[in-house]
């Protein structure tokens, strides 16, 4: 019993190992990709708090580009400081606005990037609240929205509209009808590319990709 205790923890060990592995690799393979389109001298804007957009921001300086990032202050949680303070360590200009600023921001950046915590089927994404109204924003004013994600946050969902998300995707911590959201959705007709370890990315081609990896 006690072999088998031991077989079945160090299989799981190793099995972290790999998963973790996968984690550098996947955030490396998107860096890769994404940060030729940090121009030296862009403005950026970016939302809460995502390691991806951190990795790609980081690779973009170390390539010897200035740019200045706008940090959206996030609430519920202001994990938008979070950000703002990795970037200063980074020596990266940036600075927090509210989120009810992006409209006045928007007009001054040349991209949004963000990361997502999930990619559905639609080719639309699950992310920190507030993303959706960015989205919204960036299309009327013609940014692009780019999101960054590791293919392993592809999953098969379709929510088809913010009740969804209230009802059936919700954290255990929200309650369905009070209490601050933590999420929403948005749709793929406001999202212009995905950067993911499995390439570059039009929102109509992520349902051929989990195609692929669910069978």
Known sequence: MHNEIAKCRNEMMERGREFLERIHSSRGRIADL?????????TILTHSYSRVALNVLKKAAESKKYFTVYVTESQPDCSGYTTKKVLEEERIPCKVILDAEIGY???????????????????????????????????QLNKPFYVLAESFKFARLYPLNQEDLRNQFKDSHEKAEEGPLFKDYTPPAFISLLFTDLGILTPSAVSDELIKIYT
């Open 105 to 139: 921001y928007m007009e001054k950046v040349d991209m949004v990037l963000v990361g997502a915590e999930s990619v559905v089927e639609s080719g639309g994404i699950i992310n920190k609240v507030g993303s959706y109204p960015i989205a919204i924003c960036a299309r």
């Open 34 to 42: 994404c940060h030729p389109f940090v121009l030296d001298g862009s």
